[in-house]
């Protein structure tokens, strides 16, 4: 679960995990709008950040990893509402893991982010 | 060895309220206008913008180099009709609470429609994180 003070921040967040994806989901409220009304990008990207994150610890036994790279396209725009998270992992390495996300609003993709996570204390 | 700074104190402003409620519940930030008319902008790290790790959070760093990378958008459209297509960085260093983050973010390329925006974030003189950003005049917004 995203946590720590910008998490508590910009939540509260839903989590779930099965068949290796982790699913993530937010309340899309006007505190996380820009001045179009529309979801901020920046809010977009730490529903994404927080994703990869999630999706990256499922295979680290709750070790934790920190971003290294993030890529987010934007392919849509959403209002207030729920925004739904899925991300996976591509590939772990000793250190790295490769995941990618998927954002969506009412079922229509708005996001689609692959990112490196480094796993926190590995060499 | 990085020392705290403020950003007030290195001459920066509040970023003027452009009406994004996001950005004013997470800020605030802070520009600067340099004397060959550039512009750079600051966030100050607090503990509200921390991780899990007790490092400044990577949705909140990229919550700033949004809104930094808008800026020259903005500028090179003449309005604020243009909206984020893609944006890619690389986090480069830890960012700790306390550190003051800048960048002075430029316009690599602007065509008929796309405009290609870059930039490096510093704290202190350690570079932190590069950034990439794409953007778009944006469909059905000239009207508005």
Same mark, same amino acid.
């Given at each position: 679960?995203?946590?720590?003070?910008?998490?508590?921040?910009?939540?509260?967040?839903?989590?779930?995990?099965?068949?290796?994806?982790?699913?993530?989901?937010?309340?899309?409220?006007?505190?996380?709008?820009?001045?179009?009304?529309?979801?901020?990008?920046?809010?977009?990207?730490?529903?994404?950040?927080?994703?990869?994150?999630?999706?990256?610890?499922?295979?680290?036994?709750?070790?934790?990893?920190?971003?290294?790279?993030?890529?987010?396209?934007?392919?849509?725009?959403?209002?207030?509402?729920?925004?739904?998270?899925?991300?996976?992992?591509?590939?772990?390495?000793?250190?790295?893991?490769?995941?990618?996300?998927?954002?969506?609003?009412?079922?229509?993709?708005?996001?689609?982010?692959?990112?490196?996570?480094?796993?926190?204390?590995?060499? | 060895?990085?020392?705290?700074?403020?950003?007030?104190?290195?001459?920066?402003?509040?970023?003027?309220?452009?009406?994004?409620?996001?950005?004013?519940?997470?800020?605030?930030?802070?520009?600067?206008?340099?004397?060959?008319?550039?512009?750079?902008?600051?966030?100050?790290?607090?503990?509200?913008?921390?991780?899990?790790?007790?490092?400044?959070?990577?949705?909140?760093?990229?919550?700033?180099?949004?809104?930094?990378?808008?800026?020259?958008?903005?500028?090179?459209?003449?309005?604020?009709?243009?909206?984020? #297509?893609?944006? @890619? +960085?690389?986090?480069?260093?830890?960012?700790? $609470?306390?550190? %003051?983050?800048?960048?002075?973010?430029?316009? /690599?390329?602007?065509?008929?429609? #796309?405009?290609? @925006? +870059?930039?490096?974030?510093?704290?202190?003189? $350690?570079?932190? %994180?590069?950034?990439?950003?794409?953007?778009? /005049?944006?469909?059905?917004?000239?009207?508005?």
């Amino acid at each position: 679960m995203p946590s720590g003070p910008f998490s508590g921040l910009t939540g509260p967040w839903y989590e779930r995990a099965a068949a290796g994806r982790y699913t993530l989901l937010i309340t899309i409220s006007d505190r996380h709008l820009n001045r179009h009304g529309m979801v901020h990008g920046g809010m977009l990207m730490s529903l994404a950040d927080n994703a990869h994150a999630g999706a990256a610890e499922l295979q680290t036994g709750g070790v934790m990893v920190s971003t290294a790279a993030l890529q987010c396209d934007f392919l849509g725009m959403a209002g207030c509402g729920w925004l739904e998270a899925v991300a996976w992992v591509n590939r772990k390495t000793s250190a790295l893991i490769f995941t990618g996300a998927e954002i969506r609003a009412g079922g229509e993709l708005i996001v689609t982010s692959t990112a490196i996570c480094k796993i926190m204390g590995a060499k | 060895m990085r020392e705290a700074a403020s950003a007030l104190g290195l001459g920066y402003r509040l970023l003027a309220d452009q009406g994004d409620p996001y950005l004013h519940f997470i800020g605030p930030f802070y520009e600067r206008h340099e004397p060959d008319g550039g512009f750079s902008y600051a966030c100050e790290v607090r503990p509200a913008h921390a991780n899990m790790a007790g490092n400044a959070h990577g949705g909140m760093l990229m919550s700033f180099v949004d809104m930094v990378m808008a800026q020259p958008a903005y500028m090179a459209q003449g309005n604020d009709q243009v909206t984020a #297509v893609s944006t @890619v +960085a690389s986090f480069i260093a830890p960012v700790r $609470i306390g550190d %003051l983050v800048e960048c002075r973010p430029d316009v /690599l390329r602007k065509t008929g429609d #796309v405009l290609f @925006v +870059a930039g490096v974030f510093r704290v202190a003189d $350690i570079c932190v %994180l590069s950034a990439q950003s794409l953007w778009k /005049l944006a469909p059905g917004m000239a009207s508005r």
